[in-house]
């Protein structure tokens, strides 16, 4: 059974910073782009991060560019998202998701999500 488990949300103050983490397991974790998005209340959702594979090649979207920072761990089956500097508008919840390919994973068509957890950044 695929599970990806999200932790580490929360409400917080403006500047204040947060690191949500990923579980996953099921499947052949070393083999899979893994990936964070967010949706906020009557919004789409939006690409965040992703990291491939080897975790040697990391992409984020330009307004989270220098603030977030994804990182994973092959050997816990983990992956991890540490967002800084946060402002109101990174309030979402955040979903991890998984995907062999980053291209389909930039199309909302991943093969995992997560359930998704809630962040919420009050001004």
């Known amino acids: 059974q695929v599970q990806l488990v999200e932790s580490g949300g929360g409400l917080l103050q403006v500047v204040d910073s947060l690191r949500l983490s990923c579980a996953a397991s099921?499947?052949?974790?070393?083999?899979?782009?893994m990936g964070w998005f967010r949706q906020a209340p009557g919004k789409e959702r939006e690409f965040v991060a992703a990291?491939?594979?080897?975790?040697?090649?990391?992409y984020y979207a330009d307004s989270v560019k220098g603030r977030f920072t994804i990182s994973r761990d092959n050997a816990k089956n983990t992956v991890a998202l540490q967002l800084n500097s946060l402002k109101p508008e990174d309030s979402a919840v955040y979903y991890c998701?998984?995907?062999?390919?980053?291209?389909?994973?930039?199309?909302?068509?991943?093969?995992?999500w997560g359930q998704g957890t809630q962040v919420t950044v009050a001004s």
């Open positions: 990291i491939n594979w080897s975790g040697d090649t990391t």
């Open positions: 099921g499947f052949a974790f070393g083999l899979y782009v």
């Open positions: 998701t998984a995907d062999k390919s980053l291209a389909t994973m930039r199309t909302l068509s991943s093969r995992y």
